[in-house]
């Protein structure tokens, strides 16, 4: 006979952020390659769209696979992909088996997220609902263009301060179980991202 107990569990998990050196340097490469593929996305779509995810499985675009590439391969997104690999492994130094040989945390996947000013609407550009990023990890934002006006990240489990307001340069890495959610954009600007998920092999 199978018997069944309702629980009710708390989230819990820490989360790391920090500045990466060369932000400004490298925003421009990284922001052109996002706007570029949204304008290309654009032509896929019968009204403009504010909000783009640039390799995601929602939006995947017209070429897919050609940035899934330029994600893994061009030296501007791997610097930003190895310096979240770097922090996490500098913040979480015990993490079970991550000494040996091959258990290394890894990227599973990553994208772009572009948000844009809506200054022809009276609307704003929707925002994300709660969601979480399990089974990966961790789950990783890094701001490619942002600024304190921007929409911030909110963990709206979080029973302390639940808002992490976003700048350019910013990495923020949370667990992969922690819901997380993005207000609507009513930044005049354009808000750059890059977001992905880290695993690990045990």
Not at 156 to 169: F, L, Q, S, Y
């Given at each position: 006979m199978i018997q069944t107990v309702t629980k009710q569990f708390?989230?819990?998990?820490?989360?790391?952020?920090?500045?990466?050196?060369?932000?400004?340097?490298?925003?421009?490469?990284?922001?052109?390659?996002?706007?570029?593929?949204?304008?290309a996305e654009q032509q896929y779509h019968k009204d403009p769209t504010q909000t783009t995810f640039v390799n995601s499985a929602k939006h995947t675009g017209p070429i897919p696979s050609l940035f899934r590439r330029v994600f893994e391969e061009n030296e501007h997104f791997k610097a930003i992909t190895d310096f979240v690999l770097k922090t996490i492994k500098e913040a979480v130094p015990l993490f079970p088996n991550m000494d040996k040989v091959n258990n290394d945390p890894f990227i599973l996947d990553c994208w772009g997220v572009l948000y844009k000013p809506n200054t022809s609407k009276e609307t704003w550009t929707l925002g994300l609902e709660p969601h979480y990023h399990w089974p990966a990890?961790?789950?990783?934002?890094?701001y490619v263009d942002a600024c304190n006006e921007c929409s911030p990240?909110?963990?709206?489990?979080?029973?302390?301060?639940?808002?992490?307001?976003?700048?350019?340069?910013?990495?923020i890495i949370f667990p992969g179980w922690i819901a997380h959610a993005v207000p609507?954009?009513?930044?005049?600007?354009?808000?750059?991202?890059?977001?992905?998920?880290?695993?690990?092999n045990l």
């Open positions: 708390q989230e819990s998990g820490e989360v790391f952020t920090t500045d990466y050196p060369d932000a400004e340097l490298i925003k421009p490469e990284l922001s052109k390659i996002i706007l570029e593929y949204d304008e990890t961790w789950a990783f934002t890094y990240i909110v963990f709206p489990n979080c029973k302390d301060a639940n808002i992490h307001t976003p700048k350019t340069g910013l990495l609507p954009h009513k930044c005049k600007h354009n808000r750059i991202s890059i977001a992905g998920n880290i695993a690990v």
